[in-house]
């Protein structure tokens, strides 16, 4: 079987429980800066799969999953998880249960599919070179946003000299 089998095969079976993960989000959004929950959810999913999940910029995540010839090539797979300051009108079962704040711009369904992908590859890890980051980000929706924040703080792990810049940008938003 292809690996692009493997994979078709492997999203189908986990279909369900990439849905429930969504639908736990979609319950439960965070405004910018304050994805505290979500990150815990999602470094609890991670750490499930045995990926060891790094904070960066207050609420976002990073892990890696290395395959084959790690040190080949890099790969990032990003997903944004803030939610946006607005009413849920939806009658659904998983509603936003936080007045005034919702998933409306799917966030919820991004994150949950890096999960997804996550599992995935996990199960697939030595079928594929290189390295994939998972790229959890905080406060897409906020300019400056966390993106800028992760950006800064990444720099550390290329260049021990700029996590002075990482802790400056962390304590701006703090």
């Known amino acids: 079987m292809s690996l ?3 994979i078709k095969a492997l999203a189908k079976e986990y279909a369900g429980e990439i849905i429930a993960n969504r639908r736990y989000l979609h319950t439960n959004p965070e405004l910018s800066f ?8 999602v470094a609890e999913k991670l ?6 999940p790094e904070p960066i910029a207050n609420t976002g995540l ?3 999953i290395e395959g084959r010839n790690a040190q080949n090539r890099v790969v ?3 997903a944004d998880m803030d939610a946006l300051p607005i009413h849920e009108k939806n009658n659904v079962p998983y509603k936003s249960h936080n007045e005034g704040v919702m998933h409306a711009c799917g966030h919820d369904v991004h994150t949950a599919s890096l999960l997804g ?5 996990t199960q697939l890890k030595g079928e594929f070179d290189g390295t994939i980051k998972l ?3 905080p406060a897409e929706e906020k300019a400056p946003g966390g993106a800028s924040i992760m950006i800064s703080c990444t720099c550390k792990y290329a260049w021990a000299a700029r996590s002075t810049e990482c802790t400056r940008w962390q304590n701006r938003f703090s």
Request: proline share 0%; glycine share 6%.
């Open 4 to 6: 692009e089998s493997k």
């Open 62 to 64: 990073v892990a890696t």
């Open 76 to 78: 990032g797979l990003r």
């Open 135 to 137: 790229v959890f980000q």
């Open 47 to 52: 750490k499930e799969l045995g990926i060891q």
């Open 34 to 41: 304050q994805e505290f929950n979500t990150q815990k959810f």
């Open 117 to 121: 992908t996550a599992k995935i590859l």
